[in-house]
């Protein structure tokens, strides 16, 4: 069964930063493109980055390109995401998926985390 988890959440305050790691099971991770998504409250949810199965390719939501890292360890199996310079906006849920290509259209994504919630204070 093929699994998807994301760590790293939490309540900071403002100017923070967080990092957010994605782990998976049952899944050959370093063949799949990942991606972050966020969902904020009343929101829909929204692409935040995505990365390449090699790790060369990195592209964000234009928004934040300025503020986000994404990152892999295939060796480890691992996705990051670091965040900076933290926003009350930025409070949402925070996902990983795991797909073909590093498009940011949800529908693109085979397997997805459960979630981990971020808080940013002000």
């Known amino acids: 069964q093929v699994q998807l988890a994301e760590s790293g959440g939490g309540l900071v305050q403002a100017g923070g930063s967080l990092r957010l790691s994605c782990a998976s099971s049952g899944l050959t991770f370093s063949t799949y493109a990942v991606g972050w998504f966020r969902q904020a409250p009343g929101n829909e949810r929204e692409f935040v980055a995505s990365?390449?199965?090699?790790?060369?390719?990195?592209y964000y939501a234009g928004s934040m390109e300025d503020r986000f890292t994404i990152s892999r360890d295939n060796a480890k199996q691992l996705v990051y995401l670091e965040m900076r310079a933290l926003k009350p906006e930025d409070t949402a849920i925070y996902y990983c998926?795991?797909?073909?290509?590093?498009?940011?259209?949800?529908?693109?994504?085979?397997?997805w985390g459960p979630g981990t919630q971020v808080v940013i204070s002000s």
């Open positions: 990365i390449s199965w090699r790790g060369d390719g990195k």
């Open positions: 998926a795991a797909g073909q290509d590093v498009a940011g259209i949800e529908s693109r994504y085979d397997y």
